[in-house]
């Protein structure tokens, strides 16, 4: 097993995960089989608790691990599964040392950092990165490894520690370390500094890491002089840094990196003689019609948190799939749900006005999941909009719930439907806590991970989506779901539930059969949308809005965004789309 691993330094929001996910990408391309491993030094046993508001997004795994969302990037960049053991915290390191002293394991010992917690970590690291993720038999070659925050945290020192110890365990030829750094320019002379990036290598040494490699953040490529300064003061060869300068989106990062021959360093500190050269040719075109993108799509994002787009990051990714797949640049449109609330109309009346302008110009509606009862009126309303005006809508999660209620209340005339999650004494609860487990408990009674939906109707535009599947596995995050005592009052008034789980109990997809696309799923499609691979309703919901649905349904859910020698389909041509700064997820809160 060979072991690349990813620090950063200088300061936080570098995009270090794009960048491991980058590397990931680049040395699955030279035909290498790729997993990774994210490490959060954080104390949370994980990111289930933590609010999306602060944070981002919690983002869901196949088997019901609530993780970082740099593990979406990983997923997304190499098109794995990975699983909850991927994500190492402080909190599940030190979960299980104490669990195993509790146990009497450490034979009388007394229990310290050094050594029971950094053997964890180096036990850990070891096991999972040995874990296929690709769904084929037998180790990978490589396991990527990121370690969030920013070399010097007191937080990281103890996973610092264990990787020093780990890299000597390993040894010279399996083990490469890249470290992520920030070479600022000063604006009056434009001149690139290396002074940070000289302070951090060294930060890095004292805790007894060497770097191989140096990816230096930078607006433009570095000159070569400033190579030779930081290759000198940093003990790094010149051929091993590499620069990542800002590009139009994400997807660049990987044909950077190649472009730099960034492979050839870390196969050569890797040992591996065997590696093919990089095919990114499909990538490349993808990228391509990525840049040149011309033709709008508005979707109009309904939702709690719209200050912080990494909150929504896989919906937002999830979109932008579907949208490069039928070659449209997607524009968001952020709707604070509140804001389209009768008491906003009372207290800011222009703030409710530009928001229903915000909705009314969108070619589709999106309501995300979420918890909590601020702004739901303002959901439900977007979703009345979009069912009477014939709006291309989904609904995910909380959305679908929602629709339901709406629906419940506009249709049946059930005028205090609503969520027992929001009004626990409704007389027409058509939401309701159906917990797989405990009844009593509220503690580990959410549904989450992979659950089976089979199509109930073959003739409905998700099953077609789906490809005309039988069944299909999603992934879930929640507590409520549709009253099944409510289900054929509501399928008489014309909403269908077209997809349920192997019990019939459970809705999980509900469509409007009257309507161009009006689809809710209990799941979470956006998690298992990849580039290559957009999500199926989030297709549909991009072709309906795009009105091109018809043919896409006719090709059952297939679209040929690039094809197989990597030449873009289709003839978007025009100018590239900047949209700031790409690396980071969103404003790099989280890291
Ligand atoms: N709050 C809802 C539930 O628990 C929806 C959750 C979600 O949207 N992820 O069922």
Redesign the pocket.
Known sequence: MKYVLVTGGVVSGLGKGVTASSIGLLLQACGLRVTSIKIDPYLNTDAGTMSPFEHGEVFVLDDGGEVDLDLGNYERFLDSTLTRDNNITTGKIYQSVIDKERKGDYLGRTVQVVPHVTDAIQEWIERVANVPVDGKEGPPDVCVIELGGTIGDIESMPFIEALGQFSYKVGPGNFCLVHVSLVPVLSVVGEQKTKPTQHSVRGLRSLGLTPNILACRSTKALEENVKTKLSQFCHVPEVNIVTLYDVPNIWHVPLLLRDQKAHEAILKELNLSNAVKPDLAEWTARTKIYDTLQDPVRIAMVGKYTGLTDSYLSVLKALLHASVACHKKLVIEWVAASDLEEITAQEAPDVHKAAWDLLKGADGILV????GDRGVQGKILATKYARENQVPFLG????M?LAVVEFARSILGFHDAN?T?FEPETSSPC?IFMPEGSTTHMGGT?RLGSRRTYFQVADCKSSKLYGNAKFVDERH?????VNPDMISEIEKAGLSFVGKDETGRRMEIVELPSHPYFVGAQF?PEFKSRPGKPSALFLGLIAAASGCLESVLQTGGKVNIVSKNGVANGSAMGKVHQNGNVYSNGNGLHH
Not at 368 to 371: I, N, Q, R, S
Not at 477 to 481: F, K, P, T
């Open positions: 995300p999941g979420g918890f995910i999660c909380l959305g719930q969520s999650e939401i959410m995050r929640h507590r409520y779901e979470h």
